[in-house]
């Protein structure tokens, strides 16, 4: 098996132009991340529109209109988690098999059967009549995002030359962050729409179309090709993608590249039994975990219920979305540009502690002015919840955003890569889960005081980074283990010294 993602800075001399070939198939692919986002920033707001909750959920929605109902209690209910979450449960099943058949059928197929998985659940979200149509709509959504995610991040860093490798793969979470913004703006205009919630689940039906078309122009990736034995193919497409003649240097390379890899037989067995596998193991895992307990999936899937619950209007829930989602965005370029050049620990260690300073005042303020019952007691308590919202957003946007997809990919031997990288997305679908699926109950069990949960996890995950994580910037990947996880005061008892 030849891994998906290779090293960045391995072969960094090899011959390579910047074709417009490779620009097109990784903006292409990164489609995949805008399917991601599109529906991570829909669900949450089409749970908190009226039309939406009468058809599926009347109950919830009698609940949200009860005056003396309790504050923090309006939107808990299973179900409606289950709608949300459903998702992620079928991405998980759907990223093992795409692991598989990636490396038995190519990328390009699983590419385009996550995007006709997509097409397939927004069209059936589009016509929904019942729960179980809803659910099942989910489930093929999560099939088309468990596919995408496992493959895409791969496919760019195989196509990409080494030096503008990193940057081509965080292209992936910034198409994921413009999905989020794009979908709370769809909110915003059919909110005001009859069956609007409609129009918000079927747009998912955009992006999916756009990779759907798209990946029929992209090439297979010539790892791949190469892995499975189609050589000439494999050349052929590296001469196009490199816009060079000779590619032997490169050719030769890949082919090294399976022949290590294709010695090991069982990735999985090697990833979890051989002893130096573990640091990595721990870390790319960790990092995702850690990356969900931000509590960021809380801002995303139900930012338009946290405003409303703290007494804003619709609208006014639905434009402060749209407000932090922009932030989102934006402050993702500033890690595109800076991750290189600052370091992967320096912004992991700020963001969590931006995070942690803005969850402690969140939660401080809810805390002191919204009870359990009756409105909120200052009318200025929502604008300064947003702005904190904002600064927490831009925190996670530049560190554990990227970084969460980006120090997986970068921290395996060649031999494990593809199926540690399977256990960071797993780690990622499962943890969003749980948060999707119990985040409102918790809320209405802890209230304010989840968010000081948040807080210790925040700090946690920052001495996690500060004491465990080795910096990985600039570090070519196949020299991790020497230069980085041999030196490790705790990591190095992983390894037989020479
Ligand atoms: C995370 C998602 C999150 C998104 C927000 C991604 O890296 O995996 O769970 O919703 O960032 O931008």
């Given at each position: 098996?030849?891994?998906?993602?290779?090293?960045i800075?391995e072969?960094?001399?090899?011959?390579?132009?910047n074709?417009?070939?490779?620009?097109?198939?990784?903006?292409?692919?990164?489609?995949?991340?805008?399917?991601?986002?599109?529906?991570?920033g829909?669900?949450?707001?089409?749970?908190s529109?009226d039309?939406?909750?009468?058809?599926?959920f009347?109950?919830?929605?009698?609940?949200?209109?009860?005056?003396h109902?309790?504050n923090?209690?309006?939107?808990?209910?299973?179900?409606?988690?289950?709608f949300?979450?459903?998702?992620?449960?079928?991405?998980?099943?759907?990223?093992l098999?795409?692991?598989?058949?990636?490396?038995?059928f190519?990328?390009?197929?699983?590419?385009?059967?996550?995007?006709?998985?997509?097409?397939c659940?927004?069209?059936?979200?589009?016509?929904?009549?019942?729960l179980?149509?809803?659910?099942?709509?989910?489930?093929?959504?999560?099939?088309?995002?468990?596919?995408?995610?496992?493959?895409?991040?791969?496919?760019?860093?195989?196509?990409?030359?080494?030096?503008?490798?990193?940057?081509l793969?965080?292209?992936?979470?910034?198409?994921i962050?413009?999905?989020?913004?794009a979908?709370?703006?769809?909110?915003?205009?059919?909110?005001?729409?009859?069956?609007?919630?409609?129009?918000?689940?079927?747009?998912?039906?955009?992006?999916?179309?756009?990779?759907?078309?798209?990946?029929?122009?992209?090439?297979e990736?010539?790892?791949?090709?190469?892995e499975r034995?189609?050589?000439?193919?494999?050349?052929?497409?590296l001469?196009?993608?490199?816009?060079l003649?000779?590619?032997?240097?490169?050719?030769?390379?890949?082919?090294?590249a399976?022949?290590?890899?294709?010695?090991?037989?069982?990735?999985?067995?090697e990833?979890?039994?051989?002893?130096?596998?573990?640091?990595?193991?721990?870390?790319?895992?960790?990092?995702?975990f850690?990356?969900q307990?931000?509590?960021?999936?809380?801002?995303?899937?139900?930012?338009?219920?946290?405003?409303q619950?703290?007494?804003?209007?619709?609208?006014?829930?639905?434009?402060?979305?749209?407000?932090?989602n922009?932030?989102n965005?934006?402050a993702?370029?500033?890690?595109?540009?800076?991750?290189?050049?600052?370091?992967?620990k320096f912004?992991?260690?700020e963001?969590?502690t931006?995070?942690?300073?803005?969850?402690?005042?969140?939660?401080?303020l809810?805390l002191?002015?919204?009870?359990?019952?009756?409105?909120?007691?200052?009318?200025?308590?929502?604008?300064?919840?947003?702005?904190l919202?904002?600064?927490?957003?831009?925190?996670?946007?530049?560190?554990?955003?990227?970084l969460?997809?980006?120090?997986?990919?970068?921290?395996?031997?060649?031999?494990?890569?593809?199926?540690?990288y399977?256990c960071?997305?797993?780690?990622?679908m499962?943890?969003?889960?749980?948060?999707?699926?119990?985040?409102?109950?918790a809320?209405?069990?802890f209230?304010?005081?989840?968010?000081?949960?948040f807080?210790?996890?925040n700090?946690?995950?920052?001495?996690?980074v500060?004491?465990?994580?080795?910096?990985?910037?600039?570090v070519?990947?196949?020299?991790?283990?020497?230069?980085r996880?041999?030196?490790h005061?705790?990591?190095?008892?992983y390894?037989?010294?020479?």
């Amino acid at each position: 098996m030849v891994t998906g993602v290779m090293n960045i800075e391995e072969g960094a001399s090899l011959p390579a132009k910047n074709t417009f070939q490779v620009f097109m198939c990784s903006i292409i692919a990164a489609v995949g991340g805008l399917m991601f986002g599109y529906d991570i920033g829909i669900s949450g707001g089409v749970t908190s529109m009226d039309t939406f909750l009468i058809k599926f959920f009347h109950h919830v929605y009698e609940k949200k209109h009860r005056v003396h109902e309790n504050n923090y209690c309006k939107f808990d209910d299973q179900l409606l988690q289950l709608f949300i979450s459903s998702l992620y449960l079928a991405g998980i099943f759907a990223s093992l098999a795409a692991s598989y058949l990636s490396r038995r059928f190519g990328r390009k197929p699983i590419i385009m059967s996550a995007s006709a998985f997509f097409l397939c659940g927004a069209i059936l979200n589009f016509f929904a009549q019942e729960l179980g149509m809803l659910i099942g709509g989910r489930i093929l959504l999560g099939c088309g995002i468990g596919f995408g995610n496992q493959t895409v991040p791969l496919f760019i860093s195989e196509i990409a030359p080494a030096r503008i490798r990193g940057g081509l793969n965080l292209m992936f979470q910034f198409l994921i962050t413009i999905g989020i913004l794009a979908a709370s703006y769809v909110n915003f205009l059919t909110s005001t729409v009859k069956d609007g919630w409609r129009y918000s689940l079927g747009g998912a039906a955009v992006p999916a179309l756009i990779l759907l078309i798209g990946s029929f122009f992209i090439h297979e990736t010539p790892a791949s090709l190469i892995e499975r034995g189609k050589d000439e193919e494999g050349k052929r497409v590296l001469r196009k993608i490199r816009g060079l003649e000779d590619i032997e240097l490169e050719f030769n390379e890949i082919k090294r590249a399976t022949e290590i890899s294709n010695k090991v037989k069982s990735p999985f067995k090697e990833l979890f039994t051989k002893s130096e596998n573990r640091p990595p193991l721990v870390c790319g895992t960790l990092l995702q975990f850690f990356q969900q307990f931000t509590g960021i999936n809380v801002v995303m899937f139900y930012a338009p219920v946290l405003f409303q619950t703290m007494g804003s209007g619709n609208n006014a829930s639905l434009i402060s979305t749209v407000v932090t989602n922009g932030v989102n965005a934006v402050a993702t370029i500033i890690a595109v540009v800076m991750v290189d050049r600052l370091g992967r620990k320096f912004f992991l260690v700020e963001g969590a502690t931006q995070m942690t300073a803005t969850q402690i005042s969140i939660g401080a303020l809810l805390l002191k002015h919204l009870h359990l019952i009756g409105p909120i007691t200052s009318r200025s308590v929502p604008l300064i919840v947003l702005i904190l919202i904002c600064i927490y957003v831009s925190g996670f946007a530049w560190s554990w955003g990227p970084l969460g997809w980006l120090v997986p990919s970068e921290i395996y031997p060649l031999e494990v890569r593809n199926a540690g990288y399977f256990c960071a997305v797993a780690m990622n679908m499962v943890c969003t889960f749980v948060i999707g699926q119990f985040f409102l109950s918790a809320l209405c069990r802890f209230r304010s005081a989840l968010f000081f949960f948040f807080a210790v996890m925040n700090v946690i995950m920052g001495l996690f980074v500060i004491f465990f994580l080795p910096e990985t910037k600039g570090v070519p990947i196949e020299d991790m283990a020497e230069q980085r996880w041999k030196k490790h005061w705790h990591w190095r008892k992983y390894f037989k010294q020479n």
